[in-house]
Each structure stands twice: as C-alpha cells, then as structure tokens.
Nanobody, 127 residues
C-alpha cells in the first residue's frame, strides 16, 4: 500500500494540528496503522497506533492526553489530532501500515512490524 501524509506545518506552542495520511492500493481496513516521528538528532519513535477495527489504540507516554489517532476506512485515511503542542513535538511525522498477522487484532509500537511507510510531514512547534 502507498501512503501519503500531509498536514505538517509551523505552529506555536499550545496550538493544534491535524495530520492526515491517505492510503492508495490494497484494502485499507486490512492494515493496522501507526504514526511515528523522528526529531532532529534523535531516533525514530512510535507516537500512536490504531487497530484494524479502530477498537484498540496505543499512545506513547509523551503524547497521552494530547494526541488522538483515528481512522476513516471509507476515506482510506488515518488522522493524528495533536493538541497542546510543545516544542519537543517538533519532528518529521511518518504514517505506517502494518499487515502483520501477529497484530491482526491489536496494534504494535515497533517499527519492525510496519511494512509500508509514508514520506513524512514536518511539524515545527515554536516556543
């Protein structure tokens, strides 16, 4: 599946953004989906993930209560609503799709389980 992320931009601390990631190709609902980010000088980290049914979600501790992941299977799109943004949220954000049978009913925070990746969208949070 091909993924295309969008929505990243410059925002002030305390502000909000919504990232979108649209999938093209195979059946969207057959994938669990995740958002990852890579901040300058840091390793890529998992931010949030959502199961195929949308019944299970995962959030990194650093974003719990501020970020919300959701999916619209009719639009082949996964979203990441980001509120109360902080300068430390500055990063390139990537969406990814997981077709692994091991996470068929759940989600994974490991990038190793994701087999398709979007191109990334830059979020910059100014203080």
């Amino acid at each position: 599946v091909q993924l295309q992320a969008s929505g990243g931009e410059l925002v002030q601390a305390g502000g909000s953004l919504r990232l979108s990631c649209t999938a093209f190709g195979r059946t969207f609902r057959s994938y669990a989906l995740g958002w990852f980010r890579r901040a300058p000088g840091k390793d890529r980290e998992s931010v949030a993930a959502i199961s195929r049914s949308a019944g299970i979600t995962y959030y990194a501790d650093s974003v719990k209560g501020r970020f919300t992941i959701s999916r619209d299977n009719a639009k082949n799109t996964v979203y990441l609503q980001m509120n109360s943004l902080k300068p430390e949220d500055t990063a390139v954000y990537y969406c990814a799709a997981d077709s692994s049978p091991s996470t068929y009913y759940g989600v994974s925070s490991s990038s190793d389980d994701y087999d398709s990746w979007g191109q990334g969208t830059l979020v910059t949070v100014s203080s």
